[in-house]
């Protein structure tokens, strides 16, 4: 259940990377 939160998290840092 924890990756849920961690995979949100990552996909908002690699699109503010962009």
């Not at 939160?5 to 996909?11: A, G, K, L």
């Amino acid at each position: 259940m924890y990756l849920r939160r961690h995979v949100v998290v990552i996909i908002e840092v690699s699109s503010s990377k962009i």
